[in-house]
């Protein structure tokens, strides 16, 4: 079975079990039971929440740093899932569970509105040790309690800087990219 | 529940990143394919930043954005669903966040966007993008190697890259559209 058949490597393999156990594993036991409405509902209610704080007015730019911090954060994951360091025991959807993991979007979710509401890099970098401190220690045990995620290879206090320095370089590049914007504008007048 | 410790889904993951790395130890790290792969990314950055309106910048990003969290997504599916595979991958851990892929499409999609201000004209020239997509370059990169159909055909994806671009086009306009409201009313 390891071995290289008709071009099909050990790895597509391997691949094609995972998904099968993932499937499986979500159909008998995640699916429509009470923890996966709970998740779902959290999800949909993280979302709304999220909409009705936005500053309507500022939402490309408030987008944008939500956008990038997703797409950080969605490599991160995706990077602990399959080390793994830890694991989603419960997803929304089997495939990808990444995406609809509650602190990938609990995370773009709340440092976006940190975003908009602190405009200097000493507020913004307060709140964020705040937020991170608030996702690493309460959150995230808080789910793990539950049972939505489980630490293999990692410790709570490890996502506490990570989140902290990608929050930050954020919002350096959003600054940056309207900046650039803004500098091209009064050069063309 | 996985309470009892480690369940059947973890047990193969660990065994396909033990795999996955391994292989890309031996057959891909540092062979031409991969510089080749990862030369090709350092160039469509270096072009999109040549091309790209630097007034418009944070617009085209955020298209860019989308379309890189859509593409992601779309190319997980892929690979998890065993329909497609990238056999070279410049890391081995989260294949599509360096699947050439992921090179070409968000930047090219956001330069399109860029370039062609109206529905129709930009329409037009997505269609003619996802048929150079489908048709030229996803054969080419088979024949190169790059790119494996497992349980795909290549006219599969055209729908799929013009539905992509007419929706996250939607997106980001009517995300401006929004806040240009939002702001004449007060």
Same mark, same amino acid.
């Given at each position: 079975?390891?071995? $290289?058949?008709?071009?099909?490597?050990?790895?597509?393999?391997?691949?094609?079990?995972?998904?099968?156990?993932?499937?499986?594993?979500?159909?008998?036991?995640?699916?429509?039971?009470?923890?996966?409405?709970?998740?779902?509902?959290?999800?949909?209610?993280?979302?709304?929440?999220?909409?009705?704080?936005?500053?309507?007015?500022?939402?490309?730019?408030?987008?944008?740093?939500?956008?990038?911090?997703?797409?950080?954060?969605?490599?991160?994951?995706?990077?602990?899932?399959?080390?793994?360091?830890?694991?989603?025991?419960?997803?929304?959807?089997?495939?990808?569970?990444?995406? $609809?993991?509650?602190?990938?979007?609990?995370?773009?979710?709340?440092?976006?509105?940190?975003?908009?509401?602190?405009?200097?890099?000493?507020?913004?970098?307060?709140? $964020?040790?705040?937020?991170?401190?608030?996702?690493?220690?309460?959150?995230?045990?808080?789910?793990?309690?539950?049972?939505?995620?489980?630490?293999?290879?990692?410790?709570?206090?490890?996502?506490?800087?990570?989140?902290?320095?990608?929050?930050?370089?954020?919002?350096?590049?959003?600054?940056?990219?309207?900046?650039?914007?803004?500098?091209?504008?009064?050069?063309?007048? | 529940?996985?309470?009892?410790?480690?369940?059947?889904?973890?047990?193969?993951?660990?065994?396909?990143?033990?795999?996955?790395?391994?292989?890309?130890?031996?057959?891909?790290?540092?062979?031409?394919?991969?510089?080749?792969?990862?030369?090709?990314?350092?160039?469509?950055?270096?072009?999109?930043?040549?091309?790209?309106?630097?007034?418009?910048?944070?617009?085209?990003?955020?298209?860019?954005?989308?379309?890189?969290?859509?593409?992601?997504?779309?190319?997980?599916?892929?690979?998890?669903?065993?329909?497609?595979?990238?056999?070279?991958?410049?890391?081995?851990?989260?294949?599509?966040?360096?699947?050439?892929?992921?090179?070409?499409?968000?930047?090219?999609?956001?330069?399109?966007?860029?370039?062609?201000?109206?529905?129709?004209?930009?329409?037009?020239?997505?269609?003619?993008?996802?048929?150079?997509?489908?048709?030229?370059?996803?054969?080419?990169?088979?024949?190169?190697?790059?790119?494996?159909?497992?349980?795909?055909?290549?006219?599969?994806?055209?729908?799929?890259?013009?539905?992509?671009?007419?929706?996250?086009?939607?997106?980001?306009?009517?995300?401006? $559209?929004?806040?240009?409201?939002?702001?004449?009313?007060?």
């Amino acid at each position: 079975m390891l071995l $290289t058949v008709s071009g099909i490597s050990a790895e597509s393999e391997i691949q094609k079990l995972l998904t099968s156990a993932h499937i499986e594993e979500w159909l008998q036991q995640d699916l429509f039971q009470i923890k996966w409405w709970l998740l779902l509902g959290l999800t949909i209610f993280a979302f709304l929440l999220w909409w009705r704080l936005l500053a309507k007015r500022r939402l490309p730019e408030v987008i944008l740093y939500a956008v990038l911090i997703m797409i950080v954060m969605m490599g991160v994951d995706e990077y602990g899932e399959e080390l793994p360091l830890w694991d989603y025991p419960i997803d929304i959807l089997p495939i990808f569970p990444v995406i $609809t993991a509650t602190n990938l979007l609990i995370l773009p979710l709340a440092f976006s509105l940190v975003y908009q509401n602190f405009s200097t890099w000493i507020s913004f970098a307060r709140i $964020t040790i705040l937020v991170a401190a608030l996702v690493s220690f309460v959150i995230e045990p808080g789910m793990a309690w539950g049972g939505y995620y489980q630490l293999l290879n990692w410790k709570y206090y490890y996502s506490f800087p990570v989140y902290i320095v990608v929050a930050l370089f954020i919002r350096w590049t959003v600054i940056k990219i309207f900046g650039i914007a803004e500098r091209a504008k009064k050069h063309t007048g | 529940m996985p309470d009892s410790g480690i369940s059947a889904a973890l047990q193969f993951q660990i065994q396909l990143t033990a795999m996955r790395i391994d292989q890309w130890l031996q057959e891909d790290v540092f062979h031409f394919r991969w510089w080749f792969l990862l030369g090709l990314f350092s160039f469509s950055i270096y072009l999109w930043w040549k091309l790209v309106d630097k007034r418009r910048l944070p617009e085209v990003i955020l298209f860019m954005g989308l379309t890189t969290i859509l593409t992601l997504i779309l190319d997980e599916y892929g690979e998890e669903l065993s329909l497609w595979d990238y056999p070279i991958d410049i890391f081995p851990i989260f294949p599509p966040m360096t699947a050439i892929d992921l090179a070409s499409l968000p930047m090219i999609y956001s330069l399109i966007y860029q370039y062609f201000g109206t529905w129709k004209s930009f329409s037009w020239a997505t269609v003619i993008m996802a048929t150079i997509f489908c048709f030229v370059l996803e054969p080419l990169l088979m024949w190169g190697d790059f790119y494996q159909l497992l349980k795909w055909k290549y006219y599969y994806g055209f729908p799929i890259y013009i539905a992509m671009a007419l929706l996250i086009r939607w997106i980001v306009i009517t995300i401006y $559209t929004i806040a240009r409201k939002t702001e004449e009313k007060r």
